[in-house]
C-alpha cells in the first residue's frame, strides 16, 4: 500500500472547466513533488514544495497552479486545461528536499487526467 | 547537465531467464543514479539507488545494478525473471536539484 495518497484516481474535464488534484501523506516528509507522466514517457517534473513553499516551478505553464495549505497536503489546480494536458499526474513526498539526490522518492498512484 | 539514456523501449524474457536492462548517464559531476520500477496503473517504486558508496548494488525483489563509472552505465540485472516483473522500469539520475528519468524500458516476461 502506498502512503501518498492521491485523489481522485480518475478525472475527465472540458477546457472550460476548474478542477483540483489532491494529494495527502502523513510520513512527516517535508518536501513535496508534482510529476506530469504522458503515455509511455517518463516523468517529468512540474513543482517542488519544500517546508510548504514552492522552491522549484518547472517553467510550467499558469493553466496548473499548486497550492500546499499545510506540510500534509498538496494540490494541483486545474482550469482551461487542453487535451494535450491529459496525462498522468504522480505526487511524490520525501523526508527533505535534498532526499531528491538520494532518490528516496514515494511516489502515489496517480491521478489520471483527460482534457476534452 | 545531466541526461539518462535507456537502450531499448522493450525487452521480453523467458520466466526463469536473466533479465539485464540497459542504462547510461551523462553528468558533469559525480552521479547518483537510481532504478524505479512503475507497474501499471500505479506509481514509481525504488529499486536501487548508487550514491558512490560500493558500485554493486543490491535491491529489492532480487534484483541488482553495477555503476562503472569507465563505461558510465548503470545497467540493471536479475539472474531469474518472474512473471511478477512484469512492469516499466526507469533510470534516474541526480546531479543538481532534479531528478532525471531515462525513457523507461517496458519488460515483458513470457511463461
Known amino acids: 500500500d502506498t502512503e501518498v495518497t492521491q485523489t481522485p484516481k480518475h478525472l475527465v474535464m472540458g477546457m472550460t472547466n476548474k478542477k483540483s488534484l489532491k494529494c495527502e501523506q502523513h510520513m512527516g516528509h517535508r518536501a513535496m513533488y508534482w510529476y506530469k507522466q504522458k503515455a509511455k514517457k517518463p516523468p517529468e517534473l512540474m513543482f517542488v514544495?519544500?517546508?510548504?513553499?514552492?522552491?522549484i516551478n518547472e517553467s510550467v505553464p499558469s493553466r496548473f497552479s499548486p497550492e500546499c495549505p499545510n506540510s500534509s497536503l498538496l494540490n494541483l489546480h486545474l482550469h482551461a486545461l487542453q487535451p494535450e494536458d491529459s496525462a498522468l499526474y504522480l505526487c511524490a513526498s520525501s523526508q527533505d528536499v535534498m532526499d531528491i539526490y538520494t532518490g528516496e522518492l514515494f511516489f502515489g498512484e496517480g491521478s489520471r487526467l483527460t482534457v476534452l | 547537465a545531466q541526461s539518462v539514456t535507456q537502450l531499448g523501449s522493450h525487452v521480453s524474457v523467458s520466466e526463469g531467464a536473466l533479465v539485464l536492462l540497459r542504462c547510461n548517464y551523462s553528468s558533469s559531476v559525480p552521479p547518483y543514479l537510481f532504478w524505479y520500477v512503475q507497474y501499471p496503473n500505479q506509481g514509481l517504486q525504488l529499486l536501487l539507488k548508487?550514491?558512490?558508496?560500493?558500485?554493486l548494488v543490491k535491491g529489492i525483489n532480487g534484483f541488482e545494478a553495477e555503476f562503472k563509472k569507465s563505461e558510465t552505465s548503470f545497467h540493471l540485472t536479475k539472474p531469474s525473471a518472474h512473471m511478477s516483473d512484469a512492469a516499466e522500469y526507469f533510470c534516474a539520475v541526480s546531479a543538481g536539484n532534479k531528478l532525471t528519468f531515462g525513457g523507461g524500458t517496458r519488460v515483458l516476461v513470457k511463461p
Open positions: 548508487y550514491t558512490s558508496a560500493a558500485t
Open positions: 514544495y519544500s517546508y510548504e513553499k514552492l522552491s
